[in-house]
């Protein structure tokens, strides 16, 4: 029996694969740090994009043009910010543009089977991690230093910081940290995790006709998300899948019946689900540990805790440097800044770029997504919804450019050209 491997297909899912990597995995954040392995990722996927380059990609190079300018200008003034940094705001952009155009028509689909497939993984590792996390080590092939620390005292009362271990690469990564409870994929934080499966989420709820999946295999693919999100232990995730699922069923969508009896189904099942859990666990539920807890803290008075708090407090510092430094002080200068105030400085990631770099690759940024969802021909409340998904999670994480965030502006403004092309084929 000959099996035959498609290799443009092949190809895409190992590009779609890199694409979730570099959306601060293990892998990219432990192995990938170096500047040559970054500057090398830069300059594959440019040569890459040059060899096929499409009058639509001036754009792309425009933007990154100006986010160069403004990185300069602030260097000079300010510095703190260089080259480097330049790189690691344009890879996200560069790698979406060249894996979504690879093959446009079947991007969305070979994303969702990639992450349904990973979430399906992740479930299983993270079974063993809650029943057995020492076999689960024995599991993992790869042991390294995270980039989460703890301190350790010795006799003389001297400090030393170590970094905690980590296990696992490819299909599922562990920290026996604060993380021993969540399941956070192969991502370096559970926050990180739940913007795989909600991107996902959102593309089968609100794009499934840009897919060929059938009804069975969404339903089936909506069971595994589900379970992933909730295992994820995200406020942020729980707060956005919560939006998403809500809104879905609260539409009237006549032709999506059958599939809004499945999702009413499993979140009345997840909430069940939730509910028990608690009456067993209490304080260590997942209800208590993501919700409970964030909002109401350990005293049960109604307040923003942990890294709620730290993310309002990086925003409200970061705003004030832009309305003082429009052109920005420069990372150094800005996390100077954040220990002088004695902030957490967590999160808040769209709002530090602003006060790193300045108010105009701010508003580059914002309009980089805003532009094309907002000029896309789907409906009001699925533009609103994913604007608020995409900002959401920008000021809940540590950075500005995400792709699994960028897919969808990227996604939109190529197929619209797309369409418009063949339109004009078609009239010729």
Not at 102 to 127: C, M, N, P, Q
Not at 348 to 362: E, N
Request: include cysteine; proline fraction near 3%.
């Amino acid at each position: 029996m000959t099996i035959r491997i498609n290799k443009r297909n092949l190809i895409h899912y190992i590009l779609i694969y890199f694409l979730i990597v570099i959306n601060q995995s293990c892998i990219y954040e432990y192995f990938l740090r170096d500047d040559i392995f970054r500057i090398g990722i830069f300059i594959i996927f440019s040569l890459l994009i040059v060899k096929s380059y499409k009058k639509t990609y001036n754009k792309y190079v425009e933007i990154l043009a100006v986010l160069l300018a403004c990185t300069t200008l602030t260097r000079l003034i300010a510095g703190g910010i260089g080259l480097r940094a330049w790189i690691d705001y344009a890879i996200p952009i560069i790698v979406c543009v060249y894996t979504i155009r690879y093959d446009l028509d079947h991007f969305l689909e070979r994303f969702i089977k990639i992450t349904v497939f990973l979430a399906g993984i992740g479930l299983v590792f993270f079974i063993v991690q809650i029943m057995n996390p020492e076999l689960l080590k024995d599991m993992l092939p790869f042991k390294y230093a995270t980039g989460f620390t703890y301190n350790v005292w010795d006799a003389g009362g001297n400090v030393t910081n170590v970094n905690y271990p980590g296990y696992g690469l490819f299909l599922y990564s562990y920290r026996a940290s604060d993380a021993a409870m969540r399941n956070k994929g192969i991502f370096t934080e559970s926050g990180i995790c739940q913007m795989l499966y909600n991107s996902v989420m959102f593309v089968l709820l609100y794009f499934p006709e840009k897919t060929n999946l059938t009804t069975r295999q969404i339903k089936r693919c909506f069971a595994i998300l589900i379970a992933a999100i909730v295992t994820v232990q995200s406020t942020t995730g729980y707060i956005i899948s919560g939006c998403l699922l809500i809104s879905y069923l609260l539409v009237r969508q006549k032709k999506k019946k059958s599939i809004k009896g499945y999702i009413a189904s499993a979140v009345l099942v997840l909430g069940l689900g939730l509910i028990v859990d608690f009456s067993i666990r209490g304080t260590d539920s997942f209800f208590s540990i993501a919700i409970l807890k964030k909002i109401f803290g350990d005293n049960n008075q109604l307040e923003i805790q942990g890294s709620g708090m730290a993310r309002v407090e990086a925003i409200l510092l970061s705003l004030g440097v832009m309305a003082t430094n429009p052109f920005g002080v420069g990372a150094d200068n800005l996390m100077n800044l954040i220990a002088s105030n004695l902030v957490d400085g967590g999160g808040a990631g769209i709002f530090k770029f602003g006060a790193t770099a300045g108010i105009i690759p701010l508003l580059i940024c914002m309009l980089f997504y805003i532009i094309p969802i907002a000029k896309s021909n789907s409906k009001r409340l699925i533009k609103i919804l994913l604007l608020f998904m995409i900002f959401y999670t920008l000021s809940a994480q540590s950075n500005p450019f995400y792709p699994l965030l960028i897919i969808f502006p990227i996604y939109l403004l190529e197929a619209v050209k797309l369409r418009s092309m063949e339109r004009s084929i078609a009239n010729y």
